[in-house]
């Protein structure tokens, strides 16, 4: 092994970064920056123009004195002939290059880095940059997008013309293969760097990064994953290049080496299968947390393996309702749609208008970019505010076998409360008339914002029986049902999918779908499990209304049991 000296350097130099971070998933300060880089640039450009000022005054005065002492030196004795002459040469030795000095050292960036140094107390830092990476790198693995797809920014749904369309350059994408590195995600690592190699090849031009470099780590990271043969091929295409490399020449030979010593293995377990690999062996693929559910819900975000056969589609169907003649649907009824049968989940159409959703956005946005702690149980940060879930966020990492924090919910939350505006109290008036339920011992109002990589990992709405008792000092008894209204469309990504019974539901603006959680004797309902879905592209909005058990005693209306 000691024939191979890699950047270990480089581990070295980002090892720290442990911190999580939502920024890049949070729409409110990811605004805020936009708009402080906006006053930068009117800054940086007042700057410039007064360089440019100053210039064009020292400019001006070369200028006039080169004629001047052309024509001065041509004659001497006759220009200093004349008094005005002498007396201005005079004047201007001693009192106008002093000044044309003090212009030439005036300092005209003082504004702008008074203001650059003010603002850059909100930039993100680099634990920052390395998220936005991650979770640059999430949404690729969810969605199983190609990194030329990322690169060219030609990502589904994005349809917004070339203004909202933005190219990864050969540094961008060589920085997000060296933050997979600094992880020790060789998988990553290798679909960056050779994007970063494909686009140099294709001609872009990089200032900070060359090919050799490139090579270097893309060689190592194969190696890692067991690719012996694809490895000493990144080597010799390094040594071609800088054939005196002095690390790429020590690993050609034990590329060969290890090599050659396979060949003979394999010679001698003729029909055993060796498949290449080094004596690393393959760590190939997508590392860690890849547990079957993350692999079911990350199927389902995709829309694929929903499991909806033709037969169980045409049972469900799309109705007006009137919630049994209730005297404010009868007048205008509301559609309901049936999105599944077992457990049952329905949508409701048109359900908010666009002024109303608009007004609860309003009301939650200044608390949404409040600040965040971090929650005492989960380690995850959180709006300071009741927080009601109490559900442990810890998985085992399969590489190190030690518990970590998960970031299972990444996204801002808000609670509107039905005295705070007549709006909140008209949805959660609607949200009893439609569904029969009693909502006064209901939570408050929960709205929550997904930016972009935004997302909530499967869970149960409901508190089990192995939990400490979550909703205890509410007094109001278990979530017997859910209601999540849907307060934007979502351009791509962003899907509600229940993973143990393989549903998906996607956003649609003011339509609001309702499921219980607890089947009528009280008992939790498994099949309930269910993701909010990253969002790939644009931004998702829901607020959520968790109905419970106090109340409803005689309310649990027939028509909402099971389809049979
Ligand atoms: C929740 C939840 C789903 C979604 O907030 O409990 O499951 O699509 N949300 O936002
Ligand atoms: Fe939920």
């Known amino acids: 092994m000691a024939a191979v000296c890699w950047l270990l350097i480089h581990c070295l130099l980002f090892a720290s970064s442990s911190a999580h971070n939502d920024f890049f998933t949070s729409i409110g300060q990811m605004t805020d920056l936009l708009f402080t880089e906006k006053d930068l640039v009117t800054s940086l450009k007042d700057y410039i123009r007064a360089e440019e000022n100053k210039l064009e005054q020292i400019k001006k005065w070369a200028d006039k004195l080169d004629v001047l002492s052309a024509a001065a030196t041509q004659d001497p004795e006759g220009f200093l002939g004349h008094p005005v002459n002498a007396f201005k040469l005079m004047k201007r030795l001693n009192t106008e290059w002093a000044e044309l000095e003090s212009l030439v050292l005036t300092d005209m960036s003082d504004v702008f880095i ?8 909100h930039f ?27 690169s060219t920014g030609e990502l589904p749904g ?28 060789y998988y990553h690592t290798e679909l960056w760097m050779v994007q970063a190699l494909k686009q140099l090849d294709e001609g872009e031009t990089s200032s900070t990064v060359d090919a050799i470099t490139i090579l270097d780590y893309l060689s190592y990271s194969v ?59 393959g760590t190939r693929g997508r590392p860690d947390d890849y547990l079957p559910e993350r692999k079911k819900y990350e199927e389902l975000c995709r829309g694929e393996g929903i499991r909806m056969t033709p037969r ?6 799309c109705r007006y309702y009137d919630n049994n003649r209730h005297p404010r649907y009868v007048i205008g009824p509301v559609k309901e749609e049936d999105e599944w049968d077992r457990p049952r989940i329905v949508r409701y159409h048109d359900i908010v208008s666009d002024k109303e959703m608009e007004k609860v956005k309003e009301l939650a946005k200044p608390r949404l970019q409040r600040a965040t702690i971090s929650n005492p149980i989960t380690g995850v940060l959180e709006t300071a505010h009741y927080r009601i879930s109490k559900r442990r966020a810890t998985v085992h990492d399969p590489q190190t076998g030690k518990l970590t924090t998960a970031h299972y919910r990444v ?18 008036q609607r949200i009893e008339d439609i569904t029969g339920l009693d909502v006064t011992t209901a939570e408050d109002l929960q709205v929550a914002n997904y930016g972009v990589g935004g997302q909530y990992e499967p869970h149960f709405d409901f508190g089990r029986k192995d939990e400490p008792d979550a909703f205890e000092e509410l007094g109001t008894g278990n979530r017997i049902a859910t209601w999540l209204l849907y307060m934007s469309d979502v351009q791509a990504g962003g ?12 956003p649609k603006k003011g339509t609001a779908v309702f499921w219980y959680n607890l089947y009528p004797s009280g008992e939790g309902d498994y099949r309930t499990r269910h993701a909010a879905c990253p969002v790939l592209v644009g931004n998702k909005w829901v607020s959520n209304k968790w109905i419970h058990e106090r109340g409803q005693e005689f309310r649990r209306r027939c028509g909402l049991q099971e389809m049979d």
């Open 114 to 121: 008074s203001n650059l140094t003010i603002q850059r107390q």
């Open 124 to 150: 993100p830092n680099d634990d920052d940059q390395t998220g936005a990476a991650k979770a640059l790198m999430r949404l690729q693995d969810t969605y199983q997008l190609d990194t030329n797809i990322i």
């Open 158 to 185: 994005s349809s917004l013309g070339a203004s909202h369309q933005s190219a990864l350059t050969v540094d961008d994408c060589y920085d997000l293969g060296k933050v997979a590195y600094s992880e020790a995600d």
């Open 223 to 281: 190696y890692q994953q067991g690719e012996l043969e694809r490895a000493l091929e990144f080597t010799r295409r390094l040594l071609e290049l800088d054939p005196t490399h002095q690390r790429a020449n020590g690993n050609l030979k034990y590329f060969e080496y290890q090599l050659a010593k396979q060949k003979k293995v394999e010679g001698r377990e003729e029909g055993e299968e060796a498949e290449g690999r080094g004596q690393k062996g």
């Open 312 to 317: 169980r589609q045409s049972r469900l169907f």
């Open 411 to 428: 996204s801002k939350s808000a609670w509107l409360g039905a005295y705070e505006h007549p709006v909140v109290d008209k949805i959660n």
């Open 495 to 506: 899907a509600t999918v229940f993973t143990d019974v393989r549903a998906a539901v996607w």
